[in-house]
């Protein structure tokens, strides 16, 4: 039996409020946990696999050039040595996780530095290593461009990325209040705590990889479309994943490279990344050169806004952060000009890093915002409440719900907002300049199609999908879904994902895992409680479900008894339909921040922080607000210290190793507060909640840096706010 679920009209009903198993948004532990706290949950590189040999990437050294030989033989003839393989299959970048072409680059083509070019295959990793560094691959190097900003660079502007309404430049002129600065944030890393790793084996033509992946449904025509095989014959498995934060949406170079070595060396092969590859060959987030112009009248109300983002990418790739997203429907204004422009370098592929977009244009964003609020002596708080559009500013479109006001609200409340003095340099701890600050936080909301088979039989409710959990607690919000639908206590509820053997999920990208595959969990659920009450000649609506037994007027039944003649299978099936075009959706939120700035050395130190979020129906409060504290987390990074830097004389990643990346650490983390607003949208999901991955980092930044004005008067508009920009202020 199949549920197929369009999204084409909002779902008023809130059927998850009527159940009684009582489960449903409680801050469950992830049933997982244990498994992971000792051990025993087996990643990718983990898996005892018979008979494996090992192999190690060699890589481009230089950032643009030619393959001109590689001098295999003597390496091949080194103790251990299985293989050295230079197939052209392993030069082209993987795709980017929704699509299903990876460009081609062209053969022995180098595009930058880190660029996988030849494997070395062994039967111990120590003699793959070895080997691999002593293979000589001779190139012949080109000019590379490495700076964004070189004005000799073309600026492509790609279609449906652009806004142009009304004068902009009229309404500058004619602003009692307005700003025009240019703003920069770094490159990042994706950071995930577990590199990049797969064991491949083949069975004949069926290849199976081990992979930490996020996307699996996608990720297994990518690595078809790498091999040239059919995606019928590639299995992924992927049960559980140690973060990927973008950089496993697509299929990595290691599944590819481990699959043409296990299909080379007739043997299961097993390729780990080490962090240094893990920085420079997965992908980085695209700095930004960022000019937002604003300008307001006298009362604070915004007349104009203009936002032009530059980025970059490698030539040939498709995807680039799409930094202005967020900028289109936040804040009225009826002049309107905002541009996406793209710059073509030779450094490591661009891809979706951490909230793609609005992580680093909400920050800038939000960060001129308080230089308008300043300027025209309004309130922060104030001025963003002035400016909240009553509709999509771009188009008339209604917001499915807008709850920033009321985020805002409630953020200044709990924070005790009115404590702050508008004058910097006014407070003060000894050395140490205390000062306070706010931005508003606001990601797109996408729900994507997925799939989940949701058996129930006399022992309890299986959920199957393809559905990765990358540490986000897919596993129990889904099972949490399901038991609350089936009257089902917790322990009863078996959730198995990652496997692509199993109906299709929409996997783990753009906050949009768990409201999807939470729906098909719940449109599969639905049609199970139809089967249940026409069994017991009631209509389903009167069927109360509770802790395995059926209630229905005077009759309490036990589940087991209904299932004698065998288990109920449903085929749960959610697609985005009109509500994804009808109305503009969008979760909410604002952060707070105090921070010490001192006034001697400059340090920062991030003294409190609050989030207050909306992001509709709330699943699992532990593990939504766990991703909140996260996404604060890289907000406090991105603020003072996260920041990939590259040798502009040869494009090196200089930085490539969690010693000299910085990345927070529990030093720099004070305790954090979040506060989830209640909501339901209706809009958005079957199950009426949105996405909230992403929501905690999307313009969190903003609130520490306007935050270190707020105590030590010294505006940063080149992120990461580090010591040394602070001190030439002070
Ligand atoms: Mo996310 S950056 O869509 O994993």
Not at 70 to 92: F, H, S, T, W, Y
Not at 94 to 115: E, L, S
Not at 531 to 548: F, R, S, W
Not at 567 to 575: A, D, K, L, Q, Y
Request: hydrophobic share 40%; net charge negative; charged share 25%.
């Amino acid at each position: 039996m199949t549920a197929h679920v369009k999204m084409d009209a909002p779902d008023r009903r809130n059927r998850l409020d009527a159940m009684a198993q009582g489960v449903i948004g409680e801050p469950l532990d992830r049933s997982e946990g244990a498994l992971k706290v000792s051990g025993k949950a087996v990643y990718a590189h983990e898996w005892p696999v018979e008979g494996l040999c090992h192999a190690v990437l060699v890589r481009a050294a230089i950032s643009r050039g030619t393959v001109t030989r590689i001098d295999k033989a003597p390496v091949e003839a080194m103790d251990g040595v299985l293989a050295v393989i230079d197939d052209d299959r392993l030069l082209r970048n993987p795709a980017q996780g929704t699509a299903n072409k990876a460009p081609v680059q062209g053969p022995r083509k180098i595009f930058y530095i880190g660029q996988p070019l030849a494997v070395v295959v062994a039967e111990s990793f120590e003699q793959a290593r070895h080997a691999a560094q002593q293979l000589v691959v001779e190139t012949e190097a080109a000019d590379a461009v490495l700076d964004p900003e070189a004005e000799t660079l073309e600026h492509e502007r790609p279609k449906g990325k652009q806004t142009s309404q009304g004068d902009l430049d009229q309404a500058m002129g004619a602003a009692a209040f307005s700003i025009d600065e240019v703003y920069r944030t770094p490159g990042h890393s994706s950071a995930p705590m577990e590199p990049h790793a797969a064991i491949a084996s083949w069975d004949g033509d069926r290849l199976t990889v081990r992979a930490s992946c996020q996307m699996l449904k996608y990720n297994r025509n990518e690595l078809a479309d790498a091999l040239g095989i059919k995606p019928e014959n590639v299995r992924i498995l992927a049960p559980y994943v140690g973060g990927g934060f973008g950089s496993k949406l697509g299929i990595a170079h290691d599944a590819v490279a481990a699959s043409i070595a296990a299909r080379a060396v007739g043997r299961p092969v097993a390729l780990a990344l080490s962090r240094r590859q893990v920085f420079e060959t997965t992908m980085r987030r695209s700095e930004s050169r960022q000019r937002v112009r604003l300008a307001a009248d006298a009362e604070g109300r915004l007349t104009g806004i203009g936002h032009a983002a530059l980025v970059s990418q490698l030539p040939g790739e498709k995807f680039s952060e799409p930094v202005t997203q967020a900028t289109h429907f936040l804040y009225a204004a009826k002049n309107r000009e905002i541009v996406h422009e793209i710059v073509r370098l030779n450094l490591t592929c661009a891809g979706s890093v951490r909230a793609p977009g609005e992580a680093i244009g909400m920050t800038v964003l939000e960060t001129a915002m308080d230089e308008l609020a300043i300027k025209a002596g309004i309130d922060p708080v104030e001025l963003r409440k002035r400016n909240i559009p009553e509709t999509d500013p771009e188009g008339d479109k209604p917001f499915s719900s807008h709850m920033l006001a009321s985020a805002l609200d409630r953020g200044a409340k709990l924070f005790d907002w009115q404590r702050r003095n508008p004058v910097p340099r006014s407070t003060r701890d000894g050395e140490w300049l205390i000062g306070l600050g706010m931005s508003s936080a606001a990601r797109v909301n996408m729900l994507a199609e997925a799939e989940a088979i949701v058996t129930l039989s006399a022992g309890g409710v299986r959920i199957e999908s393809d559905m990765t959990d990358i540490g986000t607690g897919t596993y129990t919000v889904l099972a949490q879904v399901a038991a609350e639908m089936l009257g089902q206590p917790m322990q009863s509820v078996t959730t198995v994902l990652g496997d692509t053997d199993l109906p299709p999920g929409p996997g783990s990208g753009g906050s949009w895992g768990a409201s999807s595959t939470g729906s098909a969990v719940f449109a599969a659920c639905e049609d199970i409680r139809k089967c249940l009450a026409e069994k017991l000649g009631c209509v389903e609506e009167e069927l109360t479900l509770k802790d395995g037994h059926a209630v229905t007027a005077n009759r309490r039944v036990p589940l087991a008894e209904l299932l004698a003649d065998g288990p109920i299978s449903v085929r749960g099936v959610i697609e985005p339909g009109k509500t994804s075009k009808e109305v503009r959706q969008s979760t909410f939120g604002a952060f707070f921040a105090e921070v010490a700035v001192n006034e001697v050395t400059a340090e920062v130190r991030v003294r409190r922080m609050l989030g207050v979020f909306a992001a509709g129906r709330i699943l699992n409060a532990k593990t939504a607000r766990s991703q909140c504290l996260g996404g604060m987390t890289f907000g406090i990074g991105m603020a003072l210290t996260e920041e990939l830097i590259h040798d502009p004389r040869t494009g090196a990643i200089v930085n490539r190793d969690f010693a000299e990346y910085h990345l927070p650490v529990n030093a720099d983390v004070p305790q954090l507060e979040v506060d989830f607003l209640e909501e339901r949208d209706p809009w958005a999901s079957p199950i009426q909640a949105k996405g909230i991955g992403e929501l905690g980092i999307s313009g969190a930044a903003a609130s520490i840096n306007n935050a270190i004005f707020n105590a030590c008067g010294v505006r940063v508009r080149d992120y990461p706010a580090t010591l040394d920009k602070i001190l030439a202020g002070l």
